[in-house]
């Protein structure tokens, strides 16, 4: 038996058929979202595994609807999706493998029906997202699509709704998303300027005498303001990271490695930020692959402990 197999049997998946439906969702991550495949393949209880890839799945599937055509076409693709979502989780059959695993997911983990909801109707706030006037924006697209989408996968591993860590656990989420959202900005600079749009609020831009066309237009001579800016926004999502710190053990000790291992892996992106300066704006930034396995592997070996 194979450890996918045998992961599927020790969730309590044992129809064929959504076997197979769960094994679509995980070859769908693999693809497409490796660090979160390899993350839970190595840091998670194995009968947790189905349900992260099925989460995880879901949420890619609905982000490449967001990202299909102009604005009017993105929303339509949305409604749609959101009712499809809707109808399968009371009750209706359905041709989609990732609905399917989705709804067995959320049969198993009733938690998640919540989170389901909220994430879709968070998603017409990105589907329009094109930047931020002010910190205050910023803060309510992480309020209402960012934070939704990290509680997809953080209710199956978290304290239950109600119970003595749960409000900690939550605030816990909500710090450590932001400062994942605000490092994926600046990390993802030169992509989102190509599109005409990056995560840093305009009004900081402005305090720094810079706007987005100037980045666009004349890069080279913006990297002085930029230098500046990425220096303060480093600094914001590094304080917010810290303030995260209690994340970990507010959880299962089993859980722990995999939150640990989150917020270091993120954390070396920030860094990777930090080291380039004003120059992400041209290059973007990634940490070495060698530091992030180091720091898998760190919290495999922690993780192996708790499973013996």
Sequence with gaps: MSRWSAALTRAGVS??????????????????????????????PAELRPYVMAAVAFMHETDRRIDLGDFSARHEALGCWSGEVRAVLNGAETEQDTLRALEDTVRRHPQMAVR?????????????????????????????????ALMLTACLIGPLPGTERYEAFERGCRRLIEAMQRTDFLADLPEDLREGHIGVPRDELL??????????ERPEACLPAMERVVNAQVALADHVFSQAGELP?????????????????????????????GSVLKSGASPAASRTLRILWQEYRAFRRYQR
Excluded: I, N
């Design 15 to 44: 129809d064929q058929g959504m076997r197979r439906d769960y094994d679509v969702q995980r070859k769908l991550v693999r693809r497409y979202r490796r660090e979160e495949y390899f993350a839970a393949r190595l840091l998670l």
């Design 116 to 148: 389901v909801q909220d994430f879709l109707d968070g998603t017409p706030v990105e589907a329009a997202w094109r930047g931020f006037e002010s910190e205050a924006e910023l803060q309510t697209y992480v309020e209402r699509y960012s934070m939704p």
């Design 207 to 216: 305090r720094h005498g810079l706007d987005v066309e100037d980045l666009r």
């Design 249 to 277: 053990a507010l959880v299962e000790p089993q859980y722990r490695p995999f939150l640990r291992a989150l917020t270091a892996v993120q954390r070396l992106r920030l860094q990777a930020v930090k080291a380039v300066g």
